[in-house]
Nanobody, 118 residues
Framework: QVQLVESGGGLVQPGGSLRLSCAASGSIFTIDTMGWYRQAPGKQRELVASITGGGSTAYAEPVKGRFTISRDNAKSTVYLQMNSLKPEDTAVYYC????????????WGQGTQVTVSS
């Protein structure tokens, strides 16, 4: 039924920019909070940024001032604009959303690799 499809990952140089997108599809009634998580080898999956249905945002300290999360409710899509990328930003990035279809559920995208290296 419900699925999240991510795009926009890739290899970039330090200081570069990248824009991730995540589109939700399926029999969706409504979407509440959406967010982006990341996981690097040997580390736990951590929240990067989140945005509520009302547009309130929150960021992890390491990305504050560099990343911007936004959403387009008409397209059921959440974005993550990443600027001034650093090698420590390298990770698999996952989209997450709280979605009501027939009941409330927490859904995850398949993950997209972001590698920051020269």
């Amino acid at each position: 039924q419900v699925q999240l499809v991510e795009s926009g990952g890739g290899l970039v140089q330090p200081g570069g920019s990248l824009r991730l997108s995540c589109a939700a599809s399926g029999s969706i009634f409504t979407i509440d909070t959406m967010g982006w998580y990341r996981q690097a080898p040997g580390k736990q999956r951590e929240l990067v940024a989140s945005i509520t249905g009302g547009g309130s945002t929150a960021y992890a300290e390491p990305v504050k001032g560099r990343f911007t999360i936004s959403r387009d409710n008409a397209k059921s899509t959440v974005y993550l604009q990443m600027n001034s990328l650093k090698p420590e930003d390298t990770a698999v990035y996952y989209c997450n959303a709280h979605i009501f279809a027939t009941s409330w559920g927490r859904y995850w995208g398949q993950g997209t690799q972001v590698t920051v290296s020269s």
